[in-house]
């Protein structure tokens, strides 16, 4: 499983987790490219439903960030 | 609730991270990604196929009415109290959301086999779901009583079930 590049998808409130990502890459620091995000305007947002509809179509796991 | 129900349908609670960042915590962000892509990892791919019947009956229960409302709930009767003034505690609430969860998620993957293999009788439901025979027959009658199954007939003295 060395070589497995899994692909996770990040909810992330857009005040808070999205604001967070951001400057990470703003200042720079190094974190893993396998993130999607989708921007949600809350984290509160974000139906059970999303998740496991996401991993119906294929992606290996779920962050949501608030 | 969303773990529990991942973990009941084998794909695993690793698969959902749920993290705390503040917008000042860049450091943290970038912590949390790497630790979430780290369990992911060891979990290896997720194969869709393997999971599709499971995966649907996931997506059916978390839009269940009796899951959506519990969880709705949630804060209400644990606090409050319910309609009948009764504070639950967080344990007893708890003890019942897992009840429905895995109620309603056995009897979505009991319609879900009838209606993907049309008629069944109640000894094939359960090979093909891998419960047993007796709590096939009695989420049975929950599903005919809202209407999601229906007995269609006898053959060789066996019900047949179909799904609506």
Redesign the interface.
């Known amino acids: 499983m060395a070589d497995f590049d899994p692909k996770v998808l990040a909810f992330l409130c857009n005040w808070c987790a999205y604001a967070g990502a951001d400057l990470a890459g703003v200042s720079r620091l190094q974190y893993p490219s396998n993130l999607r995000t989708v921007r949600v305007m809350c984290s509160g947002r974000v139906d059970p439903a999303f998740v496991i509809r996401a991993l119906r179509e294929g992606w290996d796991g779920v962050l949501v960030g608030g | 609730?969303?773990r529990r129900?991942?973990d009941l349908a084998g794909?695993g609670r690793?698969?959902?991270?749920?993290?705390?960042?503040?917008?000042?915590?860049?450091?943290?962000?970038?912590g949390?990604?790497?630790e979430?892509?780290a369990?992911?990892?060891?979990?290896?791919?997720?194969d869709?196929k393997t999971?599709?019947t499971a995966?649907?009956a996931?997506?059916m229960t978390?839009?269940t009415e009796t899951v959506r409302w519990l969880v709705g709930k949630e804060v209400k009767i644990t606090t409050k109290g319910d309609v009948y003034g009764r504070k639950w505690t967080a344990e007893r609430y708890e003890e019942v959301l897992n009840a429905a969860l895995e109620r309603e998620y056995h009897k979505n993957l009991i319609y879900l086999a009838i209606k993907e293999g049309g008629c069944f009788s109640v000894r094939e439901v359960s090979e093909k779901t891998g419960l047993g025979m007796k709590r096939v027959s009695y989420l049975l009658a929950d599903l005919e009583k809202t209407k999601r199954v229906e007995f269609r007939a006898m053959q060789d003295r066996k019900p047949v079930f179909a799904a609506l």
């Open positions: 609730m969303t129900l991942l794909i690793e698969r959902l991270h749920l993290a705390w960042v503040s917008s000042a915590e860049a450091q943290r962000f970038a949390v990604a790497s979430v892509i369990a992911v990892k060891e979990k290896g791919p997720l869709v999971f599709e995966l649907a996931c997506e978390v839009n």
